[in-house]
């Protein structure tokens, strides 16, 4: 993949609005007030606990700032105020509530994929994916895999347990459901990604090297783990591959020039994303803007670490490498990318 393709893709993943922020540069640059509008529509909201920054935007760091002049400079200079984005990719996108009352329907849906980005002050990109087995504490519950908090209690008890299990302050949440990664797969025209190992899954067969894949042979792709050396680790390994080159695609010149392939992209994002209901388009627009600088070099992406696998109450889990995990998120929290790219 060329450098400058990696970059776009890996700053939208760093972002951790993916979708989102792919449909709002998407807008930024082809047929700006059509496509915008019609984004702008029909992205969905979710009401979710959020940390507040540590201090005001315009404060907060410069080298992310927008120079649009139309309220860029705020929204992109807050990515760099300390706290993080998350994203969460789950069968339907957050929105598993009672209509009315905004209750969480326990046990309505679990997170597969989960992310936490952030930007430094300095604008460089970080990014840990956290693998859904893992084994952690929730808060009011006891212990349970990662993903039983999002089943149970949502974005709110997700944040929370995150919150408690790294140290790191949530400031914004995306959601998105595997129906639009099937979706945007095919807006695109097929997805090229490459993979380490041959295996077969669902009656898709991937081979070792590059496999362009159409949306349900993505989704076979994205979901596999038990015929992968590592299991559980090698599929979130295989969601950030395929995440980076899947945005590689979005952000493409042959999207960017083209607005009824850009219209079907932001047709798929305003139709299975939903990112926090503090968050709105224009601030998405702006990040898209301000991140699309970043170096290449910038960014910083891994999995947190691991001991090893186990079983708990008759479940197989993972265990956190808990020395190794909070040496990654200090420096996650310092905002630290030479620290953290050496342990990841």
Do not use: C
């Amino acid at each position: 993949m060329p450098s400058h393709s990696r970059r776009r893709a890996a700053v939208a993943l760093g972002a951790a609005a993916l979708l989102v922020l792919g449909a709002g540069g998407l807008a930024a640059t082809v047929g700006r007030d059509a496509l915008a509008s019609a984004a702008r529509g029909g992205i969905s909201g979710v009401d979710v606990a959020l940390d507040g920054p540590t201090a005001a935007p315009a404060e907060a760091g410069g080298s992310t700032a927008s120079s649009s002049g139309d309220g860029g400079d705020d929204a992109a200079a807050s990515l760099a105020d300390g706290r993080a984005f998350l994203l969460v990719g789950s069968d339907s996108r957050g929105d598993a509530q009672r209509p009315g009352d905004g209750d969480w329907v326990e046990g309505a849906q679990r997170s597969d994929v989960m992310m936490l980005g952030r930007v430094t002050p300095e604008g460089e990109v970080l990014v840990v994916s956290l693998p859904r087995d893992l084994w952690v504490d929730v808060p009011g519950r006891g212990p349970a895999k990662l993903n039983a908090a999002y089943s149970w209690g949502g974005p709110d008890l997700l944040v929370e347990t995150l919150r408690q299990e790294t140290g790191v302050r949530v400031g914004r949440f995306a959601a998105l459901d595997f129906d639009g990664l099937v979706a945007l797969t095919d807006a695109v025209g097929g997805v090229t990604v490459e993979s380490p190992y041959a295996f077969t899954s669902r009656g898709v067969d991937v081979v070792a090297g590059e496999n362009t894949l159409d949306g349900a042979e993505a989704l076979a792709f994205l979901r596999e783990r038990k015929s992968l050396p590592r299991g559980d680790l090698d599929r979130v390994a295989n969601q950030q591959r395929y995440l980076l080159a899947m945005f590689d695609d979005v952000l493409s010149q042959q999207t960017l020039s083209d607005p009824r392939r850009a219209a079907r992209v932001l047709s798929a994002a305003r139709e299975h994303v939903a990112v926090d209901s503090g968050t709105s388009f224009g601030d998405l627009e702006a990040i898209a803007r301000a991140l699309g600088g970043t170096r290449p070099d910038a960014v910083v992406a891994g999995t947190v670490p691991v001991a090893g696998d186990g079983t708990e109450g008759g479940q197989s889990v993972l265990h956190v490498d808990r020395p190794a995990a909070d040496a990654v998120w200090a420096a996650f929290r310092d905002g630290d990318a030479d620290r953290l790219r050496e342990l990841l």
